[in-house]
Nanobody, 122 residues
Framework: QVQLVESGGGLVQAGGSQRLSCAAS????????MGWFRQAPGKEREFVAS????????YYATFVKGRFTISRDNAKNTVYLQMKSLKSEDTAVYYC???????????????WGQGTQVTVSS
């Protein structure tokens, strides 16, 4: 069982930066691939980024376009999402998730956090 708690959301101006964190419980954090997803109002939840258990491989959604960086610190059981050049369309609830392998599909992840709201004002 893995419990995930996101933090770092809030209000930010367009063009600004924000870093989200996701703290995980358990002793086997490094064995899980981690993903970030987001859900904007009235839209389906979508893939943002994912990272392998070792941190050596990372994948991004096309719309990220080099603006976001996913990373992890296995010693701290934490995964991060560094976001820069934020746009109003990045406004969403951001969720982290843990699963057995790096994937873009939501069904590949077994554990989910409750989400953190990011609001980008224009």
């Amino acid at each position: 069982q893995v419990q995930l708690v996101e933090s770092g959301g809030g209000l930010v101006q367009a063009g600004g930066s924000q870093r989200l964190s996701c703290a995980a419980s358990g002793r086997t954090f490094s064995s899980y691939a981690m993903g970030w997803f987001r859900q904007a109002p009235g839209k389906e939840r979508e893939f943002v980024a994912s990272i392998s258990g070792s941190g050596h491989s990372a994948y991004y959604a096309t719309f990220v376009k080099g603006r976001f960086t996913i990373s992890r610190d296995n010693a701290k059981n934490t995964v991060y999402l560094q976001m820069k050049s934020l746009k109003s369309e990045d406004t969403a609830v951001y969720y982290c998730a843990a699963g057995p392998s790096v994937a873009r599909g939501q069904r590949s992840y077994d554990y989910w956090g409750q989400g953190t709201q990011v609001t980008v004002s224009s």
